[in-house]
């Protein structure tokens, strides 16, 4: 409230001043001269107070502009004090020392707002940008002040150097638009200080004609003018703080700086070069003043352009360190490694490449987030540039893969590199907490005559870092023929299934599932098997693993679930209670078309969906998110069963089974398998597997039972149905029908 008293006992003391000289009053140059004393004692109070209660990085600016208020009152106070001495206008040394103080305070306030630059260059090339434009203005301003004053007067130096004093308020002007124009934050003080530099700058260049030609007097209407300026001054301290004045994001880019901006200083020099032609006196001479201003304005546009230069190296640097250098580790990036591959191959050195993949990264981005994984990753990349050192280059290529470059005279061969590698890895002590730290799977490739580029080199790197995945992972392994020739295979082989499907390569087998009690038929497994041209029939273990890598498991999939709803349609005319089973991949699962996938296959067929049930793993089941689960809870409502297939293999998280809709549990056959060996551990298991599946009311199947004592051994556990060899091995539709019988399971 005070604040606001006071801002308007300091606009009617301006109004009642500028009505008072108006009307020529007597006492007019005095009522000036107090007037623009108290206007700025109130101002410098005002800053003194917004210092105090804005945040920390405005203080500093508010303080500044407190100095620059108090001294514009101590100026025009010991300007009144020396004129009512007998002065009639004290231009004297310590008032211009005053008013210069003042004006090099309000300077250093602008260049300490929030929109000025933050570097000391940047600061200096803004001050530099106002010197240039006050300079280029005095020839300009002197043709246009002195272009009718006799000779004589201009002798008198309180005359011309009186120009110093716009050209003063144009640099305070200047820098002001300077630092407030490409700010992303507009900050409201800036334009109410930027109207006060404006109507002082107006000010001092008429107070300088008129005391030019010798018609000014103390308590001119254009007195007014500067006590306006200090109010404006004031007034701005009533705004509040800008959000975000902790500076902001200090990472993100500075916006770029509109044309003007970036010509603002060299635009009045042309004007300049114009004025000092025309104000040549007729002896040919040039004024002093200008001839100083012109040589002092020389000398600043070429700092000016040496810090330009100077700013521009940096800049290329910059961007030098932006096009080969990873802004994440620091570490050189894939461009800049290809860079150096190429030039090395080229100068015919011997070279080997060792390719990083991390395992498992991609956890602690899901689990922690990101801004942990870049920091995990900063942490790796430091680990590794260590244990590399000077026997190599290594680089991120992107996200979690690395590489490096061994080339010349190799001290160290790839594999000890790739052991040193593996073994900075390891989990520091804390870092086992996190359960999810990354290894490394490293494949190595030395350059040879079958090698005719990088890309090569680079191909044969990826392909035994593959192998290294294969292996088990945190291992590395080095780039053979085989592994060239498998790899080869394999992308052979990947290129051959996209045809599988749209060409009827594909077909299905059946396997029945049967009661034990009594060897009825109740259920048939589909399985698929791939007709290959060249290679014959390959079984699932062939040819799925590749679908699910490159995501051609999806129309396999699809493809198997319409094939085997067709075959339940035609069996089930003759066996009405024998259902089928669809094994189905976690990619799958995750996808949301997989109910209108199932819906179609069932009512294409015409086949009741209580006829189908989906086998899915107990690891793709306990992955799947919130979405996964509610999908499978609409499809046991659409009376879909859902069987839990090489049920222990897993994370056997028990939890799950009270969340997951499942109808059956299938025993693996790998404990199946030792009940012949009469093993009492595998004995226990598949028991607790039966008890546990009977306390959720599951079904139970043991799969890969092949021998009388299996049989024997899983009925006295208590399961009630089987799966295997013992009861039938995979066998087309036509053969299956002919199974539909009972099956004699006694011997």
Known sequence: ?????????????????????????????????????????????????????????????????AVTMALAALGRTVWTVERLGGMELPHTPLVGAIFTAGIVAGA????????????????????????????ALIPICWLVVFRDVAAADLADPLRTFALLYPMFDLMQLTILVAVAGPSRRRWRPLTAIGASLAIRAV????????????????????????????????????????????????????????????????????????????????????????????MTLLGVLA??????????????????????????????????????LRRALRDE?????????????????????????????????????????GDGMIARLGGDEFAVLVDGDRPVPPERLAERLLAVLQPLPGEEDLGVHPSASIGIAEYGAHHTSHTDLLRDADIAMYAAKAAGKSAYRTCTPALREEAVSRAELIADLRRAVDEGQLHLEFQPIVDLATGTVRSAEALVRWRHPRLGVLQPAAFLPLAEETGLILPVDRWVIQEACRAAAAWRKHAPEVTVAVNIAAAHLRRPDL???????????????????????????????????????????????????????????????????????????????????????????VDMVNRLAAAFDLAVVAEGVETGAQHAAVTAIGCLQGQGWRYGRPTALPELLAALTPVDVTH
């Open 595 to 685: 109910i209108d996938t199932v819906t179609t296959a069932t009512a294409v067929a015409g086949l009741s969906p209580h006829a189908l049930t989906l086998e899915l793993t107990e690891s793709a089941l306990i992955e799947g998110s919130e979405a996964v689960l509610d999908r499978l809870r609409q499809l046991r409502e659409l009376g879909v069963g859902i069987a839990i297939d090489d049920f222990g293999t897993g994370y056997s998280a028990l939890s799950y089974l009270h969340r997951i809709p499942a109808t059956e549990l299938k025993v693996d056959r790998s404990f199946v398998a030792r009940l012949d060996a009469e093993d009492p551990r595998a004995y226990a298991t």
């Open 1 to 65: 409230m005070s604040g606001r008293v006071g801002l308007v006992a300091a606009g009617l003391v301006v109004l009642g001043e500028a009505l008072w000289l108006v009307a020529r009053l007597p006492g007019a140059a005095l009522v000036s001269d107090l007037g623009a004393v108290a206007v700025a004692s109130w101002a410098t109070l005002a800053c003194v107070g917004v210092a105090r209660r804005h945040p920390t990085p405005l203080r500093r600016f508010w303080t500044l502009l």
């Open 108 to 135: 250093a306030a602008l260049l300490s707002s929030l929109a000025a630059p933050h570097t000391l260059v940047g600061q200096v090339r803004t001050l530099l940008d106002g010197v240039i434009v006050g300079l």
């Open 203 to 294: 000010a001092d260049t008429v107070y300088v004609s008129l005391y030019a030609h010798g018609s000014y007097t103390p308590g001119y209407p254009i007195d007014v003018c500067w006590p306006l300026s200090y109010l404006l001054i004031g007034a701005a301290t009533r705004y509040p703080p800008p959000a975000d004045c902790d500076g902001g994001d200090e990472t993100a880019e500075p916006p770029l700086p509109p044309w003007w901006r970036v010509a603002l200083p060299y635009l009045p020099v042309g004007g300049a070069i114009v004025a000092v032609v025309l104000a040549r006196r007729p002896t040919g001479q040039t004024p002093h003043l200008i001839f100083l201003g012109m």
């Open 349 to 389: 050195v011997p070279v080997a490449v060792l390719l990083l993949d991390l395992d498992g990264f991609k956890q602690v981005n899901d689990r922690f987030g990101h801004a942990s994984g870049d920091r995990l990753l900063a942490s790796i990349a430091e680990r590794m540039r260590n244990a590399v050192g």
């Open 303 to 340: 700092l000016r352009q040496g810090l330009a230069a100077n700013e521009n190296l940096r800049l290329v640097a910059r961007l030098r360190r932006l096009a080969y250098c990873d802004q994440l580790t620091g570490l050189p990036n894939r461009l800049t490694f290809n860079r150096r």
